[in-house]
């Protein structure tokens, strides 16, 4: 599966948008973009997940650059609720030739802090 | 539904001892995950399962063990307790095949042993 380059952290001011941004340039062509977040001492929760084009749903939306090297998750109104750490996975159909089961493996991924 | 259940919330235990972290579903997913997550860091997976009966190794295994004899519980066992086991332990769960990662995880168990 591909890895993910993520910043260590961000900052946001409340009810402005937040931008994540992710690096997976090695990622392929079944291989789809992820994003959970954790909120201090809770489970993750999973946010969006997307192939190639733009996905948005009640929580965030999902910008999958063209060539699929990078993408942005976007807050669009954060709130202080928002303030956690989110995780970008990029995971595919099968792992060396067999099915991956669903496991997902995570990194360090971005806290993300929006203040007042 | 209640979703993704785990017990105890909290647990301190000493150096040798044994125990077995709960975890429950209430929402017929077939695959089943725990996970632990030490300070800073991200989630590391201990063990899956994919049904009933079906249970394999993830990345950190050792120390553990796991059973499936219903769809609903997945309980991890821990036999004989070390300070490394210290840690946060999440249990997940997720319907369908193995093509979609969209899991469900509990409220997590801390573990600390002294």
């Known amino acids: 599966d591909a890895k993910t380059s993520q910043p260590t952290s961000m900052d946001c001011a409340e009810g402005r948008a937040a931008n994540l941004p992710c690096n997976h340039s090695?990622?392929?062509?079944?291989?789809?973009v992820y994003w959970y977040r954790q909120i201090h001492s809770q489970g993750p929760q999973y946010i969006i997940h997307g192939l190639k084009n733009n996905e948005t749903n009640e929580m965030a939306s999902l910008i999958i650059t063209e060539d699929r090297k990078s993408s942005t998750l976007i807050l669009p109104h954060a709130t202080l609720r928002d303030t956690a750490v989110y995780y970008c996975i990029v995971r595919g159909f099968s792992n060396a030739g067999g099915t991956s089961y669903g496991k997902l493996t995570f990194g360090q991924g971005t806290i993300l802090t929006v203040h007042p | 539904n209640a979703g993704v259940t785990q017990t105890p919330k909290f647990r301190i235990l000493k150096i040798g001892q044994s125990m077995t972290l709960q975890c429950a579903q209430d929402?017929?997913?077939?695959?089943m995950y725990w996970y632990r997550q030490d300070p800073g860091m991200g989630l590391k997976l201990i063990y899956y399962?994919?049904?009933?009966?079906?249970?394999d190794k993830g990345e950190v295994p050792n120390g553990y063990n796991v059973s499936r004899s219903t769809t609903e519980d997945f309980p991890l066992r821990l036999e004989l307790a070390a300070p490394s086991q210290t840690s946060v332990y999440f249990c997940?769960?997720?319907?369908?095949?193995?093509?979609?990662?969209?899991?469900?995880f509990g409220p997590g168990t801390r573990l600390t042993v002294t």
């Open positions: 090695t990622i392929s062509g079944n291989e789809y």
């Open positions: 997940a769960s997720k319907p369908g095949g193995g093509t979609s990662y969209e899991q469900y």
């Open positions: 399962s994919v049904g009933a009966g079906i249970t």
């Open positions: 929402m017929n997913h077939n695959y």
